[in-house]
């Protein structure tokens, strides 16, 4: 089944579901969306598909947000607000895959359905279920389609990667690990950023997820080596810092830039050169799904199953370049458009 056909299939059921479950079934019922921040546009369609779900469903739906990538603390108090306030569903993209453990088990313990979106928890029965892209897979798409750009030249490739945070979270590891192997580079530990002995690697750093941070993270690099052909970015936002950054020393158009996300402004940067190809995700289906999954619950009692043979539901993955290779399934950035984050 392709990404766009298990898409479609996916909000089938969505729609399906959504007959089955009327509206009133759903009065009464409370749920809550916890984000990492409330200004990444991933997490506004994440929010945006939440509501609109809520709304159709007649759930109460409050919002939290971290002030940055990496506030744990407010998002714990998020979780410890949700059960006070006897929420039935907690859906959150967790800032920490290993320190938010013992509030969503504090939460589980209370009877609430646990989500997490995009990023899983670690391990990921932390939660009760996961909506996310294959995160991996996501990084080994980018990875095989800058080898193939570069053709031959891949064996003497100049590498950085700029990645999230210093905490190294699941979904931190899984793209940049993803990104590497994609690439033809040999993975040491899979959940260790930075710890492959591969030379063609010019080194790491973090960006919080931030265009500042990528700018930074970029010229950091560049000070240790200024001849970086290939840069590998955690998110699209991080991508945009990182162009600004090769701008300004006149590298823009001869530094291949990959990144993972597929919101309109990053697919609007494959259009325009910016980024040369990204994996595009989908935030607002995952947060559709999350909403319609607790309302679920509190009918029936019934939790999400997982995507045969993974340990998460799998809501697909599509890689968007105008520079497409045999042998890797793409969509133009056109197309991408047409799509970006559904």
Known sequence: MTNHTLKAALLG???ASALLAAPAAAQGIGACLIT??????FFVK???GATAAAQE???TLQTFAGRIDGDVETQIAAVET????????ILITPSDSRALTPVIT???EAGLLVIALDTPFEPADVADATFATDNFRAGVLIGQWAAAQLGAEAANARIATLDLNASEISVDYLRNQGFLQGFGIDILNPTDIGDETDPRIV???VTNGNEEGGRTAMENLLQVDPNINVVYTINEPAAAGAYEA?????????VLIVSVDGGCPGVANVRDGVIGATSMQFPLLMASLGIQAIADFAATGARPSNTDGLDFFNTGVELITDRPVDGIPSLTSADGLGRCWG
């Open 13 to 15: 059921a969505v729609a």
């Open 36 to 41: 990492k921040t409330d200004t990444n546009p």
């Open 46 to 48: 994440m929010r945006e």
């Open 57 to 59: 469903l007649g759930i």
């Open 82 to 89: 949700c059960i006070a306030t006897g929420a039935r569903g």
């Open 106 to 108: 504090q939460a589980r």
């Open 203 to 205: 080194g790491n750093d």
């Open 246 to 254: 090769l701008r300004a020393v006149g590298r823009e158009n001869d």
